[in-house]
């Protein structure tokens, strides 16, 4: 097991595939909502600790992803929330330094509390990728050009949710990985990054689905897409769709996976790790029934794995073993997943309560709060000067 | 040489060498207006599934490359546009303004009103034209909303009935109840969103003044029903149950609940729900088929407006129009809109409706609302609808 574990933590700092993103996608680098930047702020303050904040011209609650001095954000305005933005702004200051936006060409009914810019962009270190609800799907360069725009829904008009969709793209050795899974017209697709082409589209299990997809690195620097739905985790090459492996026994459709090395610690019958690193099937390490995600997904920091409940409780968990050490009540409801680094975890509830949690101490302890006030239902982005909360209609860059 | 002595030698020459620069500037002219033309042609193939990137990806570089003096001319280029060439083409246009924007040059206002208010141009492309240069001028460009209450491109629409329930608002917060329900009475007329729809209504009733909301929606009201045929495991969705091949109304069908005939249900909701558990119970892991017949004096192009959480199928004179095999994730009116070539005369629907296993409080409604619209939501009129009494139908 031990080796296990410091092949995994040589695979993370060896990650071939990360791009010069500091947080290329949902749930930063390694889909796992850390960063190796050092620990978060002591203390949580309005007065000294907001760097900057801004209006966003639409709502969204989907994370932004920051690469070099940029963010990139997305959002959704109008009566049916038909208009489509992209936002990029500085990492300093927040000035916009472009804004694009596009007309809905699929559906964007959804339930009230999402959006339909709920899923979060992804960036490939050269350009950026937004999907939204309403499954349209851009590509610009870094500097806002129109690489190419895809319609999922003129493509496949029977793939979407009434509730809304809210998957995360994911990219890997060109590739963008993009599932559009529901009840009906159910798929994932692999886009080229550059021509916006299917490289590969798969038939996918008709469920709806809400998790994000998660990239697995492999010895020689090839990856595999990792594909959650109620039915398990099909991991693909992210070039070919072709399956590498299938875990069959059932996964959430709501919380995603997390990663460290090459371990994936799956939402399943509780939490569920395997071992990908060896050929075939992957190798499950344990299972712990009494660390069950909810709509938040698991967060791996300093050895430790640690869930949110909807309503508040913290569990955490030893990385290793599986083992429950120990569970905090916060002050709930949350929808967003907490982020962590090093001894600290920050974690914003649906009201904008952010929460910062010591894991050091032996039942954990919220040491510090800072009310937004505005709704938060999306999940924080790090970098290595400041921590972004995406607000329904607004961002925060708080110092780190 | 002196210079003197070279613009003198230069001097005879002078009206050759101007012709020649004037040739060659409107060579050159014509060559950047030929590859912007062909550039925005490559745009407008833009097809599903990655058709004609390559192509369109080379025309946004030469757009790209454009200045403000091209808008016009991409803007007219949106009114040729699919779905998603707009948005090839919308990008390409902020690209350009945001550039020159930067440079401090301005939007070419003129021109772009113009465009706006010109409505034989794109809905779409207008809605856009209105979003752009209400960012340049927020103060000014609104103000062209008050004639604009009607307008074809329901974005705009929407925010001139904003501005109109607003003022309606100020007037009977003012004590002014006449002019206040004349312009809640002139918002209803011209709005077509549901939330807007409901605000004015609830307005007006408050001033005394009743709406007939099925009237103003054009609900299809009056169905004939039945079922229930077997949807367990969700099978049935797919199955080809006899109402499909051949509507009879006269016939008697053996369901899963025994012998199913037709019957009547006519709809008198506000909201024009039309609840198949009333005839026929509230069941689980059913089919239950719902059948009406619409009168049109002349053909139309019209859209056919379905809200429904439940899985369903339409027919329109017995074509397929579209389906959804999806339960209980929500409904809204005009969730669905179905393109529908209404010939003159009648024209038979056919919704096949399915109820699923689940047995959670909010998986109980088993229905749908339609009405027939034209693309901005006003129902066709005149549009008798009905069924007659029991005939045989060859869909």
Redesign the interface.
């Known amino acids: 097991m031990k080796k296990t574990f410091l092949l995994s933590a040589l695979c993370s700092l060896l990650c071939p595939w990360a791009t010069n993103a500091h947080w290329p996608q949902f749930r930063g680098p390694d889909f796992n909502g850390t960063d190796n930047a050092g620990e978060l702020p002591a203390q949580l303050s309005a007065s000294g600790g907001i760097a900057w904040q801004t209006a966003l011209p639409g709502r969204g609650l989907s994370s932004p992803i920051i690469l070099k001095d940029r963010v990139y954000v997305t959002c959704s305005s109008?009566?049916?929330q038909?208009?489509l933005h992209v936002l990029c702004l500085s990492a300093t200051d927040g000035h916009k330094i472009?804004?694009?936006?596009?007309?809905a060409?699929g559906?964007t009914?959804c339930?009230e509390k999402t959006s339909v810019a709920a899923p979060s962009p992804a960036t490939d270190g050269e350009r950026v990728f937004a999907l939204f609800s309403s499954n349209?799907l851009?590509c610009?360069d870094l500097d806002?050009?129109?690489?190419?725009?895809?319609?999922l829904s003129?493509?496949y008009?029977?793939a979407s949710?009434?509730?809304g969709m809210s998957s995360s793209l994911a990219t890997a050795d060109g590739a963008l990985i993009a599932q559009v899974e529901?009840?009906?017209e159910s798929f994932t697709a692999g886009i080229d990054v550059a021509?916006?082409?299917?490289l590969w589209k798969l038939d996918r299990p008709?469920m709806?689905n809400w998790c994000s997809p998660t990239v697995l690195s492999l010895p020689g620097g090839k990856h595999l897409a990792a594909l959650q739905s109620g039915k398990g985790i099909t991991a693909v090459d992210p070039r070919t769709g072709r399956t590498a492996w299938d875990y069959k026994d059932g996964a959430s459709t709501t919380a995603s996976s997390a990663l460290s090395g090459s371990v994936i610690y799956a939402p399943s019958h509780g939490l569920t790790a395997l071992d990908f690193s060896g050929d075939g099937e992957p190798k499950q390490l344990w299972r712990a029934a009494q660390l069950r995600p909810g709509t938040a997904s698991p967060v791996i920091a300093g050895g430790r794995i640690l869930l949110m409940a909807d309503g508040g409780v913290l569990t955490c968990g030893e990385l290793e073993t599986g083992k429950r050490l120990w569970q905090l009540r916060t002050k709930g409801p949350f929808s967003g997943t907490p982020v962590a680094a090093g001894n600290r975890l920050l974690a914003v509830n649906e009201k904008g309560l952010a929460q910062l949690v010591d894991l050091s101490k032996p039942e954990g302890e919220v040491i510090s709060e800072l009310d937004l006030n505005h709704t938060v239902l999306s999940t924080p982005s790090l970098a290595k000067e400041g921590i972004y909360i995406r607000g329904e209609s607004r961002l925060w860059k708080l110092r780190r | 040489m002196k210079p003197r002595t070279l613009l003198a030698s230069l001097r005879p020459q002078a009206p050759l060498l101007m012709a020649l620069a004037t040739w060659l500037i409107a060579l050159q002219m014509a060559g950047a207006q030929s590859s912007l033309t062909d550039a925005l042609g490559a745009i407008l193939k833009v097809g599903p599934k990655g058709e004609g990137h390559a192509e369109a990806q080379a025309g946004v570089k030469v757009l790209l490359a454009q200045d403000l003096n091209s808008l016009p001319q991409i803007l007219q280029s949106m009114d040729r546009a699919n779905p998603l060439a707009m948005n090839w083409l919308r990008s390409a246009v902020e690209s350009i303004a945001q550039r020159e924007q930067a440079r401090n040059v301005a939007l070419p206002i003129a021109s772009l009103g113009a465009f706006l208010l010109d409505v034989s141009h794109s809905p779409q492309a207008r809605a856009y034209v209105y979003q752009l240069l209400s960012k340049a001028d927020p103060v000014g460009v609104p103000r062209l909303l008050p004639g604009m209450l009607n307008d074809p491109s329901m974005e705009i629409r929407n925010a001139a009935i904003r501005g109109a329930l607003d003022q309606a608002a100020a007037e009977l917060a003012a004590g002014r109840k006449g002019t206040a329900t004349l312009l809640f009475q002139q918002a209803l007329n011209n709005a077509r969103d549901v939330d807007q729809i409901d605000l004015a209504v609830g307005k007006l009733k408050g001033l005394g003044v009743k709406t007939d909301l099925q009237k103003l929606f054009g609900w299809i009201q009056q169905w004939k029903v039945v079922g229930p045929f077997d949807n367990a495991r969700r099978e049935g969705y797919e199955r080809v149950y006899p109402p499909e091949t051949s509507v009879r109304l006269e016939a008697e069908y053996v369901t899963q609940g025994g012998k199913a005939r037709w019957v009547d249900l006519v709809g008198a909701d506000d909201y024009g729900k039309i609840d198949v558990n009333l005839p026929l119970g509230k069941l689980k892991d059913s089919i239950a088929y719902c059948y009406t017949e619409v009168q049109v004096e002349d053909a139309v192009n019209a859209e056919i407006r379905l809200g429904c959480k439940n899985a369903w199928k339409v027919w329109l004179n017995g074509r397929l129009l579209f389906g959804r095999d999806e339960y209980h994730r929500g409904a809204e009116i005009d969730q669905y809109r179905l393109p529908a070539a209404l010939k003159k005369g009648r024209n038979t629907i056919l919704v096949k409706l399915g109820q699923n296993e689940q047995k959670e409080d909010w998986t109980v409604e088993w229905e749908f609302q339609m009405r027939i619209t034209d693309a901005q939501g006003s129902p066709i009129a005149p549009l008798r609808v009905g069924v007659p009494p029991p005939i045989t139908a060859s869909r």
């Open positions: 109008g009566p049916k038909q208009t472009w804004e694009r936006t596009f007309q060409t559906r009914m339930h349209d851009v610009l806002g050009n129109l690489v190419w725009f895809r319609g003129v493509d008009p029977n949710n009434s509730l529901n009840d009906t021509t916006g082409a299917n008709r709806a």
